[in-house]
């Protein structure tokens, strides 16, 4: 017998023309748009912002970018770099204290090869962690339980980052 796991959600990320070589990059559009809640941006700073995965790992994983586009790090200058710094700090305060999360794991992918998503532009990404969160549905059905809804997470995060 073949064991299904059915998860329609997942066509969106599938199908999102983002993803194609040949489009806009997301992270630039969105630092344009003035769409923050449709985008899921909670915080501009100077150099960089901080917005929530659109298809996140757990709750609360948010992503710092820099406005500028560039796959490299060392194309950034030590302000930005500052910057993007203080903010993963100040998110992970942040998603503490609203979500009571136990830890974090902050990342950046290099390159494709490396697991980036979208290697064309560096991103960061801040995955919030509790004890216990590795139930049984990552080990025995190989996915992942969202618990809250975006929004909700978006609304409940969005008054902390406006007092950054």
Known sequence: MEDKLWAPWRIEYIRN???KPDSECFFCKYQ???KDE???VLHRGNNSFVLMNHYPYTNGHLMVSPYQHTGKL???DQETRLEIINLIDAS???VR????AGG???GLNLGEVAGAGFAQHIHFHIVPRWKGDTNFMPVTG????ISEGMQQTYSNLKPEFEKL
């Not at 204290?97 to 009571?100: E, H, Q, R, V």
């Not at 190989?142 to 339980?145: D, F, G």
């Open 17 to 19: 023309d983002a993803f």
């Open 32 to 34: 344009k748009e003035n």
């Open 38 to 40: 449709k985008n899921l």
């Open 74 to 76: 060392n194309n950034l």
């Open 92 to 94: 992970c305060d942040i």
């Open 97 to 100: 204290k609203k979500m009571n």
């Open 104 to 106: 974090f794991n902050v």
């Open 142 to 145: 190989h996915t992942k339980v």
